[in-house]
């Protein structure tokens, strides 16, 4: 959790520094005033990259040579330091000390970005929806971790043998460490998406009252056909693969969703509910990832697009009771009227790259 963040150089922020509340932080301003830009901060120090571009080139502002985030959290006594210089490239610091690997990051700070345009969840394409899926793997599931950078060594050495048209036994070399960790990835996929689906079966109907009879139940594609075994497909697709050049089957070509009554949400969601759809999904993430004294971080970018104030409301309120410190950006300046007045937030009123 984020006690204290300062902000160099990066877009239009010249220098800025905060000190977000535990809960609830709303970032309100103008088209341009620099509200995502601080999130992109925050998602830069997090995870070592923007979600924006993905040269971090963009980001660093006009004329300058380097950005710099730091923040100082409530459970590490020194800051975090992230800095971005356009000839040396990135370095970020934890404890005064180097980090040597971005994973190292993210675990101390767990962190969920909603996109102002989220619906993109269904429409994207399966890799990201593992993306989401996987995320929470990688902070509850300490294995999880160990073998999918396993299986993707796995599957990267495959797939090179597969390439310089190696004979079948060489390629096959691979298929029981392939099969190993694939199968259990698969198993704890299956057991988090469980975890989720209940939480999320609880949330949605609050924030969508009007599904709130309505029980969603699982879609998952392992990566391989129904019925059969990893090992099973595996081999019997050796000569498919080849023709491709590539494994096709696999925990790397897994999808997943949750269905309403049998359809699928993007089929009958309106933007609004599928934008619901994924803030629900978030939500259920923080409440099956909790551990501890770690909290997580939320980005919610423009909240007020596509979403009323009366389900905005709902969200506000939702989001108090979870244990998550919040980041929501909104042109709308009602948006401090429309949380409880139960609801402990901070606002804070962004112009020109400035505080107000
Ligand atoms: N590298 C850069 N250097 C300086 N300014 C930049 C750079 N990249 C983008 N900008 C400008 O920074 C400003 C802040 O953008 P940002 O997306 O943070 O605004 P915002 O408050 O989220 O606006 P909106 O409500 O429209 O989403 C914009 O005016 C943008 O044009
Ligand atoms: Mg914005």
Redesign the pocket.
């Known amino acids: 959790m984020l006690a204290e963040l300062t902000i160099r150089q990066l ?2 922020i010249s220098a800025l520094s905060l000190s977000p509340s535990p809960g609830i932080n709303l970032l309100l ?10 999130l ?1 901060a925050i998602h830069l120090l997090a995870l070592g990259r923007s979600f924006r571009t993905r040269s971090l080139k ?5 004329e300058q040579q380097q950005l710099q985030v730091i923040a100082r959290t409530v459970t590490h006594k020194t800051p975090i330091g992230l800095q971005y210089d356009l000839t040396s490239g990135l370095k970020i610091r934890l404890n005064n000390a180097p980090l040597k690997k971005l994973s190292d990051l993210a675990s101390q700070l767990p962190l969920q970005f909603i996109p ?1 345009n989220c619906h993109q969840f269904f429409e994207q394409g399966p890799k990201y929806r593992r993306q989401i899926l996987d995320w929470g793997l990688f902070h509850v599931e300490p294995s999880f971790n160990l073998h999918w950078q396993a299986y993707k060594k796995v599957i990267q050495q495959r797939n090179s043998a597969i390439r310089q048209h190696k004979k079948v036994d060489e390629i096959q070399l691979w298929d029981s460490h392939l099969i190993l960790h694939g199968e259990e990835i698969s198993k704890q996929r299956i057991k988090r998406l469980e975890q989720l689906l209940s939480e999320f079966n609880i949330i949605f109907p609050r924030l969508c009252p009007s599904y709130k009879n309505k029980v969603f139940s699982l879609k998952y594609r392992s990566g391989w056909p129904k019925g059969s075994t990893l090992q099973e497909t595996i081999s019997a697709t050796i000569e498919r693969d080849q023709q491709l050049g590539y494994t096709r089957s696999g925990s790397h070509a897994a999808d997943w969703s949750f269905m309403v009554e049998g359809y699928e949400p993007s089929e009958i969601f309106s933007r609004g509910q599928q934008k619901l759809f994924f803030i629900a999904l978030c939500m259920a993430q923080i409440k099956t990832t909790q551990q501890g004294n770690i909290k997580s971080i939320l980005l919610v ?2 909240i007020s697009s596509e979403l009323d104030p009366a389900h905005q409301k709902i969200i506000l309120n939702e989001l108090a009771k979870l244990s998550v410190q919040t980041f929501i ?1 909104s ?1 709308d300046n009602s948006l401090t009227q429309l949380a409880d007045n139960s609801t402990g937030f901070t606002t804070f009123h ?1 112009k020109q ?1 400035a505080l107000l």
């Open positions: 877009r239009n301003g103008e088209n341009g005033a620099g509200k995502t830009s601080i992109e963009q980001s660093v502002q006009f102002a970018d423009d950006t042109t962004v790259g």
